[in-house]
Every structure is written in C-alpha cells, then in structure tokens.
C-alpha cells in the first residue's frame, strides 16, 4: 500500500520560464500555471491528500512589473470566481495564509468571500500562501504574542514553540509532510520556513506549467520511498 502525506505543499515555479521556451509572453505561461492549479486540486482530492498548500503569490512578487502584478491579481480573481463554486460543491475548504492588511478592498474581500463560503467542509483543506513570506508570518506571529505579553495575558512560561506556532497562520493546519518544487530550483525561497523543520522535500525539474498527475505521482513514489526518522532512527535500525 503506498504510504501518501497527509499534507502536500508546493511551490509553483517556472511559468515564465516556460512561456520564454516557447517564445510566448509571460502572461502566458502564468494563465498556463492556472490550468496546472486546477490540476493538482483535483489529483490532490482524487489521491486522498487532506491538505493543499500552494505558494500562490509571495509578498516579494509586488516587486514584479505592475503588468504582470496586475495579470498575476486577476488570474487570481479569475480562478475564485471560476472554481469558488465547484470547490465547495466537492466539500474542499479554502484557507489563506499571508499578510492581509495592505491589500485592495477587492483582494481581500475575495480571499475572505472563499474562506467564509467553505468553511465548514471538511473533505479536503486548500490552502492558498497569497502576499505570504515565511519571515513575515513569523514577525506577525512574535508581533501578536508581545501584545499579549504587554496586556498581561501570557506569562514568559507559556511562551513555548506549540505558542508560537499556534499564532502563525497556518495555526490548526498540520505541517507539510512533502514539500514539491518545480523548476528545478534547489531553495524554499521563503516557504513556510517555521512548518518545515521535519518536511521531506522533491526538487521536480518540470517547469509548473507541465505539472501533471504523472509528475505528482511521482514526487508522492519519491516521498513514499523515505524513511522519516524525525530525530529518532530509522525504521531498519529501530526494529
């Protein structure tokens, strides 16, 4: 019997990559990126995975051209509006992870239009890492606790790594089991830093655009080969 995680968390890479490939825009690539999302939601619920975590826009991507901020923004806006339905007619919940505050009414009132229509289903758990940066949620976390502290609510005993990480974002969801990254790239680059300690990772070569159920089948072959020891030994040793 194949062992799958219970959380899968992956870090979509190389949309621009694969429209210069093919002497194509990069808005291209990015629309291309969205067809994969859908993807590898539908494998993810077809294999049993409980939860989904996608690195949909990092807090560093504003840094990008504005057109391709704003091509970015409204593929966003596209796939809620577009898939917002069928994802909960399949009982998946949406969650968000990232900084909120400094987002536009509309972002923010859709991130929150998703979370609020799924909330209460529980086949399957879609997280979307949207403005999210692990360094920040990490700032954010502290930043909650030390207004806690100053108020008198919480004692320096009680600041343990449970506390801490019952105020990051991702508070109630369990930590990622696998780690996928396409592309090739060899890094986190700023993913879920806190949620990782114990994570195995699958560095794919397929640019996301060509991420298919025969690519996530295979990164989940390549996680059922490892022996997890977290800090203990090894299942051979042990028995």
Known sequence: MVRHPRHVAIIMDGNGRWARARGLPRSMGHRRGVEA????VRAAGELGIQYLTL???SSENWRRPKDEVD????????FIRRDLADLHKEGVRVRVIGARDDLTPDIRGLLEEAENLTRDNDRQTLVIAFNYGARDEVARAVRRIAEKFAAGEVTLDALTADYLGEHMDTAGIPDPDLI???SGELRLSNFLLWQAAYSEFVFLPCLWPDFDRQAFEGALAEYASRD????????????
């Open 55 to 57: 690195f949909a826009f």
């Open 180 to 182: 996928i990254r396409t």
């Open 71 to 78: 091509e970015l923004l409204g593929l966003l806006k596209h």
């Open 228 to 239: 997890r020891r977290f800090g203990g030994l090894s299942r051979e040793i042990a028995s």
């Open 37 to 40: 999302v859908r993807s590898a």
